[in-house]
């Protein structure tokens, strides 16, 4: 059950954030505000589906950005995994997690990953994407905050839908505006034509490449588009 | 309590594990593995994905399947299709008003209504030969039970045909039995909301941005042009050739993928 009065006061810090000069949508309002009445390093939204489209709504900086594409990278981690179950996945000591997301876990820790909470997005029947919540401190959140960061949860929900109705809407909610993680698919049908091999083919040979040089996918991407990777180098 | 309720898990997974599965013939077999399939599916959205691809596989002659769904403020959406030509020819009928997903979703009962040959139909003189120009010929769209509790959604089932009389007259059958799928998806929740379309929408532009980025990376590498020149080639093809962005890209790609299985040139 949703605590009535909780929600009125978080709402009421997302809006009077929202007031800021730099406002650029509500999913980014609501990061800043989970990083701060929560108490974690950082926050982000990202919109995810059953297949491997993903699109990073909002972060409230670069190290929880950077975690996200981590995850977008691996196509595993705590908020593949709470949008895949439905369920929130609460990680309090990462470096004890052991075998879980294998593509993910290493590289976190070694940026500084210590707890990750993760909440699937509801809107009605259907999940839009994840909250997620980092810490660079391992330990439990406090029941107070971690019910905090389940109402901030819901209102990320509204705040992906507001943002993507509003005006013109958000640039991630336009089909035809590059994503977050355009490069990448860029890439996947340049190496594609290339190499004559399928798009999933080749999205799984950028994949590999990123998980054994330990460089993010986005800079493998880069690389190709850039012709500072030769294309060779990804036949089998 | 408890056990009954684990009882019923367990019959319910092992009916999920398909250990279950009795005889009766292909069609039975079928109706088991779609109704498996919908039990698994973990959203409404997922239900009606399978329930368009299911219609494609079942349905003879169907070349196309879409789901309509009008809201009670006279809003149309297709929030899922086997194709995205299905979506065009769905929004030719929001826009001009008329044809068989139109009709179907406003008068929801049992409703039944077809074409055998839309170059020549004089019963929707826009949609009808604009059909004809994409290519198809025949459509067949039956009425999706109405949902009683608010919001209420009314909506069809559309299956398009390349051929003229494609759609063989007991067609409407399985495309009934289908529908009935979708609405009960569509009533098994009373959180179908307009964020619910919302979110569909938002997921379809997911995909599609995949897409577009795929193809204009097709083109860079048959080329050798940049990014930005490759997205303006695929905008102008898509003007010329009025197709929307994404089925061109999705064109692009798939060539590329039929090319596959060519042998090397070089």
């Not at chain 2, 069609?27 to 959205?45: I, K």
Request: glycine share 10%; charged share 25%; hydrophobic share 45%.
């Amino acid at each position: 059950m949703v605590d009535g009065r909780r929600y009125q006061r978080l709402w009421r810090l997302v809006t009077a954030r929202a007031r800021g000069r730099d406002f650029s949508g509500w999913a980014g309002v609501v990061c800043v505000v989970a990083v701060e009445d929560v108490g974690v390093d950082g926050a982000a939204i990202s919109l995810r589906s059953s297949g491997r489209a993903q699109e990073l709504a909002a972060a409230s900086g670069s190290w929880a950005r950077g975690l996200e594409e981590l995850q977008y990278s691996a196509g595993d981690g705590p908020g593949v995994e709470a949008f895949t179950t439905a369920r929130p996945v609460f990680v309090t000591e990462l470096d004890r997690a052991g075998q879980r997301w294998p593509g993910f876990l290493d590289t976190a820790t070694g940026l500084g990953l210590a707890a990750v909470f993760s909440f699937p997005l509801q809107a009605g029947a259907v999940r839009l994407g994840t909250l997620d919540l980092y810490r660079r401190e391992p330990g439990a959140l406090p029941a107070d905050r971690l019910a905090d960061a389940a109402v901030l949860a819901d209102l990320a929900t509204g705040a992906l839908l507001i943002d993507a109705a509003s005006g013109e809407g958000a640039s991630w909610a336009q089909a035809d505006l590059p994503g977050h993680y355009d490069d990448v698919n860029v890439a996947a049908g340049m190496l594609a034509t290339a190499l004559r091999i399928s798009v999933d083919d080749a999205f799984l040979r950028l994949r590999a490449r990123a998980f054994s040089s330990g460089e993010p996918l986005l800079g493998i991407a880069r690389s190709v588009l850039d012709r500072r990777l030769r294309l060779d180098l990804f036949l089998d | 309590m408890t056990t009954d309720k684990a009882g019923w898990t367990a019959d319910r997974e092992a009916f999920r594990g398909g250990r279950e599965l009795s005889g009766g013939g292909p069609l039975a077999g079928q109706f088991a593995e779609l109704t498996r399939a919908l039990l698994n599916a973990p959203t409404v959205a997922d239900v009606l994905d399978q329930v368009v691809t299911a219609a494609h596989r079942v349905i003879p002659g169907a070349d196309l399947v879409s789901i309509t769904l009008r809201t009670a403020d006279d809003c149309f959406h297709t929030p899922v299709v086997t194709n995205v030509v299905a979506a065009e020819l769905d929004r030719i009928q929001y826009e001009t008003g008329e044809g068989p997903c139109v009709e179907a979703s406003r008068n929801p009962g049992p409703a039944e209504i077809r074409s055998d040959d839309l170059a020549t139909e004089t019963a929707w003189p826009r949609f009808g030969p604009e059909a004809a120009r994409l290519g198809f010929h025949s459509v067949l769209s039956v009425a999706l039970a109405p949902n009683a509790r608010p919001p209420r959604y009314s909506g069809a089932l559309n299956v398009y045909s390349r051929r003229p009389g494609a759609l063989a007259p007991d067609a409407h059958e399985p495309a009934l039995l289908l529908a009935t799928h979708a609405s009960l998806a569509l009533a098994g929740t009373t959180a179908v909301t307009r964020a619910d379309l919302t979110v569909a929408q938002l997921h379809r532009a997911l995909e599609s941005r995949d897409v577009i980025g795929q193809a204009k990376g097709v083109l860079m590498a048959r080329r050798g042009i940049g990014a930005d020149e490759a997205f303006d080639e695929l905008r102008r093809a898509s003007q010329d050739l009025n197709i929307k962005l994404t089925a061109l890209a999705r064109l692009v790609t798939a060539r590329n993928a039929e090319a596959d299985l060519l042998p090397a040139d070089d």
